[in-house]
C-alpha cells in the first residue's frame, strides 16, 4: 500500500487550529536518520514559522501574538543559516554527485534544478571536481553519532 506523505490536518482537526502536517518514515529511514529526523523537522518548522512572521510582523506563536522581535529572528537565522542550511547543501550535493555517479544525464538534472543545461552542466563539473564537503560527506552517513555533525565543519 503506498501512502502520501506528507499528510495533512487543517482547522478544527489540526492541534493548534491551523494544519498540521505529518512526515512518515519507515524503520530504515528512521534508523538511517538517526536525530537528524527530528533536528531537520524542527529546523523545517523555524522556516514556517519565520515565513509566518516576516509576512504578517507578529509572532503567532506568542499568546499574544505579539510583533516579531530582534530575538525571534536570532532563533530564525540560528536555525535556517547555522544549522538547516548546511545539511540543506550536503544533501543536494550528495544527491548531484550520487546523479552523476548513477548516470544521470544532464538534461534530467538541468530540469531537477530548474535552470538550463549550461549550468547544470557548469555546477556538477564544479561539485565533481571537488572533494566531497563535510556536509556532503554528513549527508552520506559519516559524522559523530554523540553530535551529529561531521568530523570536519567546513
Do not use: C
Amino acid at each position: 500500500m503506498q501512502y502520501a506523505n506528507p499528510t495533512y490536518r487543517s482547522g478544527d482537526d489540526a492541534l493548534r487550529g491551523g494544519l498540521d502536517i505529518t512526515i512518515s518514515l519507515t524503520p530504515e529511514e528512521t534508523k538511517a536518520l538517526g536525530g537528524a529526523a527530528s533536528d531537520l523537522a524542527d529546523w523545517l518548522d523555524t522556516a514556517l514559522w519565520a515565513l509566518a512572521m516576516l509576512r504578517t510582523g507578529k509572532n503567532l506563536r506568542h499568546p499574544q501574538q505579539q510583533e516579531m522581535t530582534a530575538g525571534d529572528l536570532y532563533t530564525v537565522i540560528n536555525d535556517l543559516d547555522a544549522l538547516l542550511i548546511k545539511r540543506l547543501e550536503g544533501i543536494r550535493d550528495a544527491a548531484v554527485r550520487s546523479q552523476a555517479d548513477l548516470g544521470g544525464s544532464l538534461g534530467d538534472l538541468a530540469l531537477a534544478m530548474g535552470v538550463v543545461k549550461s549550468t547544470a552542466q557548469s555546477r556538477r563539473k564544479v561539485l565533481r571536481e571537488a572533494e566531497p564537503s563535510s556536509w556532503e560527506t554528513w549527508a552520506r552517513g559519516d559524522f559523530d553519532t554523540r553530535t551529529d555533525i561531521p568530523a570536519s565543519d567546513d
